[in-house]
């Protein structure tokens, strides 16, 4: 593997372990060169599902793309990254399983609002004005509301 940082092809593995999800292997590397540390991820190969755009288009699935999204949902919010990228994994695992070649994006976005409501809700606030273009004070009154009416419910 070579370094990120002097691109020394000498590395060292100090810590390798599984994902919570079980879909990669997680690997804490130093570098023999410059000693400088960072992480690697090996994953499965996946196979190609399209993700159809509002306009039509089609982009291949990209879960960098999903977790980037979540990312800045979650900025200064109490999120580890480790759980924004189990979001991440969970949505490409259950794409995987359902055998779909194409998918809306839609479906994805709703897929990633269910398991940020769960985690923070002002990063479920956040996710939802963007994905669904709130145009005014209104939209974020209303899903401020019907967060406020799931809460009570529990």
Do not use: W
């Amino acid at each position: 593997m070579r370094c990120p940082y002097c691109n020394n092809l000498t590395t060292r593995v100090l810590d390798s372990r599984s994902t919570q999800d079980g879909t990669a292997i997680r690997r804490r590397r130093e570098c023999e060169g410059c000693s400088e540390r960072f992480t690697t991820y090996e994953r499965y190969e996946q196979m190609r599902v399209f993700v159809v755009k509002k306009d039509g288009r089609r982009e291949l699935f990209n879960r960098n793309k999903v977790l980037e999204g979540i990312v800045k949902a979650c900025e200064k919010r109490p999120v580890s990254v480790e759980s924004m990228e189990e979001i991440s994994a969970g949505i490409e695992t259950r794409l995987m399983k359902e055998g779909k070649h194409e998918v809306q994006a839609r479906e994805i976005g709703e897929m990633i609002m269910d398991k940020l409501r769960d985690i923070d809700r002002v990063a479920y606030v956040r996710f939802a004005s963007v994905y669904r273009e709130f145009r005014d004070l209104d939209h974020f009154m209303d899903i401020i509301s019907e967060l406020k009416t799931d809460f009570s419910k529990h």
